[in-house]
């Protein structure tokens, strides 16, 4: 018997499908949270959601300012923790170390980087909130401050372990040339390996912000969940709130139903959506440059 | 040639660097120890099998653990096909360079998104449009999604490394794409659908903001029945609800405890996937 037909090829059609709801998951999300969020954008207005400095829900009064402004200052100060030492552990671990300790010590953090966020949430109220209660004269422990600094000690590992990989990425000839033309180890370091990581670190330190910005739980459990604090500078040692702690709070039982109060709810989560995209999309351009 | 004041500035970077790896590495192990002094003497038999009772001051965590494990087991057996399907149709079915490329970074793009919003979805479509309520069947499918891109990069990295040439025999002898993918294929990358596996368990166990509106509670749940309205209990859940009113000393003790096997459970998952990682290093590198 002639086949005139190709057999239909069953190990596609399922692989292939199944792809296809990977794919339709990703964009489905990102469509949902635009499509609920209409709404607050009709109401507030892109620019009018986006700097509002007032959310009382209560009032129908919907703005985001203060929320960005709590999660960039919690990243960042994560960041201000995160990058000098992860990037210098790193360093050390590629430049210093032999190739079977560095193993070793790769191994460790990497495995550091899977502790739940729920058991740093816990460290952070037990121990690192009365620290900075105590320590700073606060009115109290739940600050932008503590989440900052919790979050950095957090992504430590996720920065070291990249900024490892960024590092050892750059080719051994590099290395050769610049102790070939008489550098010692530091210069060879500071001048021919750095440079040349340059982009890569760069990734990697984007990418540990964007978890930074993503992460909810162990935020939510010492950030103090305080809305419209003014976004300035005693702030940072006061309550306050982030995208994801909104996000995480039981306001989000409270909005549904109510269609304008869960636009902003789901404003805040596209928001959210868009920034992290962002990071991702840039981190990965970052690494692709050669 | 290397003068002695070179040589002694030349020392700076190294012990800088070396603080910082040294600080790095305290401050983690000190995340460890500070748990496993709080929460080891809490953990006995009787911790591990008991259910809970007066809201967490007595009794052990039974539910908690089972409600973890039903929920990391539900996820992997939905996340497992989806990657293993991805990962096939992206290297092997996949002809267009700038597809697969798309293919990769959307997976990039779903594992950089922060699990609140994955929760948030889940509570919108299964929790509410669906009508299931709080239900284990809701959480898993969300850990699902949230584990799929970790089992993906796993599977995928490891098809990479499928020798060219036999891939080339397996075609000059005449086999068509799918018996390449059963007889070639899945045997050799099935290792890192097992590595994926163990990380992306031991990343969803630990989870919280994804089940926090889709499956867990704090109480008044033993072993689901059925899929409406089934929630389950859970250790991170558990843990998040104490740590807010972590006052109560009484309370502590047994708080510290989840933390401990909560801690272990992950800690124990991600060493096992750990030899198989660095054998795919290795192999990277020779």
Same mark, same amino acid.
């Given at each position: 018997?002639?086949?005139?037909?190709?057999?239909?090829?069953?190990?596609?059609?399922?692989?292939?499908?199944?792809?296809?709801?990977?794919?339709?998951?990703?964009?489905?999300?990102?469509?949902?949270?635009?499509?609920?969020?209409?709404?607050?954008?009709?109401?507030?207005?892109?620019?009018?959601?986006?700097?509002?400095?007032?959310?009382?829900?209560?009032?129908?009064?919907?703005?985001?300012?203060?929320?960005?402004?709590?999660?960039?200052?919690?990243?960042?100060?994560?960041?201000?923790?995160?990058?000098?030492?992860?990037?210098?552990?790193?360093?050390?671990?590629?430049?210093?170390?032999?190739?079977?300790?560095?193993?070793?010590?790769?191994?460790?953090?990497?495995?550091?980087?899977?502790?739940?966020?729920?058991?740093?949430?816990?460290?952070?109220?037990?121990?690192?909130?009365?620290?900075?209660?105590?320590?700073? /004269?606060?009115?109290?422990? /739940?600050?932008?401050?503590?989440?900052?600094?919790?979050?950095?000690?957090?992504?430590?590992?996720?920065?070291?372990?990249?900024? /490892?990989?960024?590092?050892?990425?750059?080719?051994?000839?590099?290395?050769?040339?610049?102790?070939?033309?008489?550098?010692?180890?530091?210069?060879?370091?500071?001048?021919?390996?750095?440079?040349?990581?340059?982009?890569?670190?760069?990734?990697?330190?984007?990418?540990?912000?964007?978890?930074?910005?993503?992460?909810?739980?162990?935020?939510?459990?010492?950030?103090?969940?305080?809305?419209?604090?003014?976004?300035?500078?005693?702030?940072?040692?006061?309550?306050?709130?982030?995208?994801?702690?909104?996000?995480?709070?039981?306001?989000?039982?409270?909005?549904?139903? /109510?269609?304008?109060?869960?636009?902003?709810?789901?404003?805040?989560?596209?928001?959210?959506?868009?920034?992290?995209?962002?990071?991702?999309?840039?981190?990965?351009?970052?690494?692709?440059?050669? | 040639?290397?003068? %002695?004041?070179?040589?002694?500035?030349?020392?700076?970077?190294?012990?800088?660097?070396?603080?910082?790896?040294?600080?790095?590495?305290?401050?983690?192990? &000190?995340?460890?120890?500070?748990?496993?002094?709080?929460?080891?003497?809490?953990?006995?038999?009787?911790?591990?099998?008991?259910?809970?009772?007066?809201?967490?001051?007595?009794?052990?965590?039974?539910?908690?653990?089972?409600?973890?494990?039903?929920?990391?087991?539900?996820?992997?057996?939905?996340?497992?096909?989806?990657?293993?399907?991805?990962?096939?149709?992206?290297?092997?079915?996949?002809?267009?360079?700038?597809?697969?490329?798309?293919?990769?970074?959307?997976?990039?793009?779903?594992?950089?998104? %922060?699990?609140?919003?994955?929760?948030?979805?889940?509570?919108?479509?299964?929790?509410?449009?669906?009508?299931? &309520?709080?239900?284990?069947?809701?959480?898993?499918?969300?850990?699902?999604?949230?584990?799929? %891109?970790?089992?993906?990069? =796993?599977?995928?990295?490891?098809?990479?490394?499928?020798?060219?040439?036999?891939?080339?025999?397996?075609?000059?002898?005449?086999?068509?794409? #799918?018996?390449?993918?059963?007889?070639?294929?899945?045997?050799?990358?099935?290792?890192?659908?097992?590595?994926?596996?163990?990380?992306?368990? =031991?990343?969803?166990?630990?989870?919280?903001?994804?089940?926090?509106?889709? =499956?867990?509670?704090?109480?008044?749940?033993?072993?689901?029945?059925?899929?409406?309205?089934?929630?389950?209990?859970?250790?991170?859940?558990?843990?998040?609800?104490?740590?807010?009113?972590?006052?109560?000393?009484?309370?502590?003790?047994?708080?510290?405890?989840?933390?401990?096997?909560?801690?272990?459970?992950?800690?124990?998952? #991600?060493?096992?996937?750990?030899?198989?990682?660095?054998?795919?290093?290795?192999?990277?590198? #020779?």
């Amino acid at each position: 018997m002639i086949r005139t037909r190709p057999r239909l090829d069953l190990t596609r059609a399922t692989a292939g499908t199944l792809a296809l709801a990977v794919l339709a998951v990703l964009l489905g999300m990102g469509a949902l949270f635009f499509w609920q969020s209409v709404p607050v954008w009709k109401s507030e207005g892109i620019g009018g959601f986006l700097t509002g400095k007032q959310w009382f829900y209560r009032h129908e009064r919907y703005g985001l300012w203060t929320m960005l402004f709590g999660t960039g200052a919690v990243a960042l100060i994560a960041m201000l923790v995160a990058v000098p030492l992860g990037l210098g552990a790193a360093i050390f671990t590629s430049e210093f170390l032999s190739p079977k300790t560095r193993l070793v010590v790769k191994a460790l953090v990497e495995l550091l980087a899977g502790v739940p966020s729920v058991v740093y949430g816990l460290l952070g109220v037990l121990l690192l909130r009365n620290w900075i209660y105590e320590g700073l /004269d606060l009115r109290t422990g /739940d600050t932008l401050l503590t989440g900052g600094i919790l979050l950095g000690i957090m992504v430590l590992p996720t920065v070291m372990t990249l900024c /490892d990989d960024a590092l050892q990425a750059v080719p051994a000839r590099f290395r050769r040339a610049a102790r070939g033309l008489g550098l010692t180890r530091q210069e060879t370091i500071l001048h021919a390996v750095l440079p040349q990581a340059r982009s890569a670190i760069l990734a990697s330190i984007l990418l540990g912000f964007g978890r930074a910005t993503g992460e909810t739980i162990a935020v939510f459990l010492v950030i103090g969940r305080q809305d419209n604090r003014s976004p300035d500078f005693s702030a940072l040692v006061s309550p306050g709130q982030t995208l994801t702690s909104k996000l995480g709070g039981s306001e989000l039982n409270i909005a549904y139903g /109510d269609s304008l109060h869960w636009g902003a709810m789901m404003g805040v989560a596209s928001v959210l959506l868009l920034i992290s995209i962002l990071v991702t999309v840039g981190g990965r351009r970052l690494l692709r440059r050669p | 040639m290397i003068t %002695p004041r070179k040589r002694a500035t030349s020392q700076w970077l190294f012990w800088i660097t070396g603080a910082c790896a040294l600080m790095a590495v305290l401050m983690l192990a &000190g995340i460890l120890f500070s748990v496993a002094i709080r929460g080891l003497g809490t953990i006995d038999w009787a911790f591990l099998t008991e259910p809970m009772k007066r809201g967490g001051l007595e009794g052990g965590i039974v539910h908690h653990l089972g409600g973890t494990l039903i929920l990391v087991t539900t996820a992997l057996l939905i996340a497992l096909p989806l990657a293993a399907g991805f990962g096939i149709t992206q290297e092997l079915y996949c002809r267009r360079e700038s597809l697969k490329e798309a293919m990769g970074t959307a997976i990039y793009l779903l594992n950089g998104l %922060p699990s609140i919003l994955f929760g948030i979805v889940g509570y919108l479509v299964l929790v509410k449009w669906a009508g299931w &309520g709080k239900s284990w069947l809701a959480g898993g499918i969300v850990l699902a999604v949230m584990m799929l %891109p970790t089992i993906t990069v =796993a599977f995928v990295e490891r098809l990479r490394q499928v020798p060219r040439a036999q891939i080339q025999a397996a075609r000059g002898l005449g086999l068509s794409r #799918s018996q390449l993918c059963w007889s070639i294929l899945l045997p050799q990358a099935s290792s890192g659908l097992i590595t994926g596996s163990l990380l992306g368990v =031991a990343r969803a166990a630990g989870e919280t903001a994804p089940i926090l509106f889709t =499956a867990a509670i704090f109480s008044g749940a033993t072993w689901p029945d059925g899929l409406r309205e089934s929630p389950v209990l859970s250790l991170p859940y558990h843990v998040f609800v104490l740590a807010q009113d972590a006052l109560d000393p009484e309370a502590q003790d047994r708080l510290w405890g989840t933390a401990a096997v909560l801690l272990g459970l992950v800690m124990f998952l #991600s060493a096992l996937a750990l030899p198989l990682r660095l054998r795919i290093r290795r192999h990277e590198t #020779s």
